[in-house]
């Protein structure tokens, strides 16, 4: 059941400033009345409160949610979410044959050893529980220089997940440790007969020229309202590597707020592909910080959406060292009256000579009600390097639907083949064949809805 509940539901009618706060300050009640005694964190959590107070729960006058409205949230008291509901046999068909043995599930924000499956981990390397490290004074320390450490924590849900987290999931490996079997993360969503929010912690470091592939993948079936305010933060020490897929398909009752912060320390290389399918409102804000030369990026990103859904992507590529490279590619399928949002900026600084950039967002508008807003944004300062952004919003094209009929085949399949067709590209760099494949079948099934 329920820890404890915010009492801050506004009417409609109040959406000022003034509520704004009082809600954001019923909020922070809330997760802090969820936190265990055994994981305190007292400096940590301080610093984000303090942070947190010098804030307002987000609103359209705000530039980065011009085009996200978040007052539906408003009129929901959300309270702690617990690890107890029982979602074993949900769990059990998430699995992936290629993660045997390197799975770790979490449950409304709680890691549940029990149902984890950590036998085939790599000499050196650490998975688990943060609760579990915490009574290791060694561990204690380096925690301590990671975790909450990372660029963008000032943000206002990710301040509120730092004051808040129940547990959170750690991942190190050790140098030169390579993982040769994927890292699976499962967070499953379970509501309880009340509004509950949720905030799964995970920490991530790949110490020198070690190598790892992560899947997060975030499931629920939630039809009434839940709350997941997720935060990963990924340390990649130099010439290591990480290939990261990550998967968002919660319930249509569900707010899903996430943020992905990546920290880049010279010749280390980062792939991350990000699918959106799920949630009733879904905001991923993506920040990667190359802090070393010759770093390499590749962002991926895939969103399907219908009925009343709406995705929102903020990434953030800033780049502040020399022969930087960075590709980013981003596409949304947009059906009936949802709403696409992407905000892409990278800021290349006067020392990142030689960076060689690129960004582009393609959208897909499946229906003449259905709405896309996107900024692609360049900022650069040096003076000798190699950039290119654009964007494009366009509805299937009847001369290629009549081409595929001129073949036999009728305009109902024309139209789910040219669908498959435009998210495949983001589907193929996912490098897991049985992760890839089932999403494959998701976005057929949803082409045919």
């Not at 992905?260 to 009733?280: F, P």
């Not at 692609?376 to 919003?393: F, R, S, Y």
């Not at 040219?418 to 976005?443: C, G, K, N, Q, W």
């Amino acid at each position: 059941m329920a820890k404890s509940v915010s009492e801050n539901v506004l009417s409609p009618m109040t959406r000022g400033t003034e509520q704004r706060d009082a809600y954001l300050k019923g909020l922070i009640q809330t997760v802090k009345g969820g936190v265990p005694a055994d994981l305190a964190l007292s400096e940590l959590r301080s610093r984000a409160e303090v942070l947190l107070k010098e804030q307002t729960f987000p609103h359209t006058r705000q530039e980065d949610w011009r085009f996200t409205d978040l007052s539906s949230m408003l009129d929901i008291a959300f309270a702690c979410a617990d690890g107890d509901q029982p979602v074993a046999a949900a769990i059990e068909a998430l699995r992936l044959p290629e993660t045997a043995g390197a799975q770790v599930v979490v449950v409304n924000g709680q890691v549940k050893p029990d149902l984890s499956q950590l036998d085939g981990l790599p000499q050196g390397a650490v998975v688990g529980s943060l609760r579990a490290l915490q009574d290791h004074p060694i561990w204690l320390e380096k925690l301590a220089q990671r975790l909450g450490r990372a660029s963008g924590h000032h943000e206002v849900f990710t301040a509120l997940n730092t004051i808040g987290f129940q547990d959170a999931v750690v991942v190190w490996l050790p140098p030169n440790g390579v993982m040769e079997t994927p890292l699976q993360i499962i967070y499953g969503a379970e509501a309880a007969d009340t509004p509950v929010l949720a905030q799964p912690r995970c920490l991530v470091v790949a110490e020198p020229s070690s190598a790892l592939t992560l899947i997060e993948d975030y499931w629920g079936n939630a039809s009434t309202a839940y709350f997941t305010n997720a935060v990963t933060e990924i340390w990649l020490e130099a010439n290591a590597q990480v290939t990261h897929s990550r998967l968002q398909r919660e319930g249509s009752g569900t707010f899903h707020m996430a943020k992905t912060v990546v920290t880049q320390a010279r010749d280390s290389q980062y792939i991350g592909t990000a699918v959106d399918l799920g949630a009733k409102l879904a905001r991923h804000n993506w920040e990667i910080y190359q802090t070393g030369e010759q770093t390499t990026t590749q962002l991926y990103g895939l969103g399907a959406i219908t009925a009343t859904q709406h995705a929102d992507t903020h990434s953030l590529v800033a780049l502040s060292h020399p022969y930087g490279t960075v590709g980013q590619v981003h596409k949304a399928i947009v059906d009936d009256k949802a709403h696409s949002v992407f905000n892409g900026r990278m800021v290349v600084a006067q020392k990142a000579q030689e960076t060689n950039a690129s960004q582009l967002n393609r959208n897909l508008l499946l229906s003449d009600k259905a709405r896309v807003d996107t900024k692609p944004q360049l900022e650069i300062v040096a003076d000798n390097v190699k950039c290119a952004h654009g964007a494009t919003v366009s509805q299937l094209q009847a001369d290629e639907i009549f081409y595929l009929q001129s073949r036999g085949i009728s305009a109902s399949q024309a139209q789910r083949l040219l669908i498959y067709a435009f998210a495949m590209e983001m589907l193929e760099t996912i490098p897991v064949a049985t992760l890839r494949s089932r999403l494959t079948d998701a976005i057929s099934e949803w082409a045919s809805a």
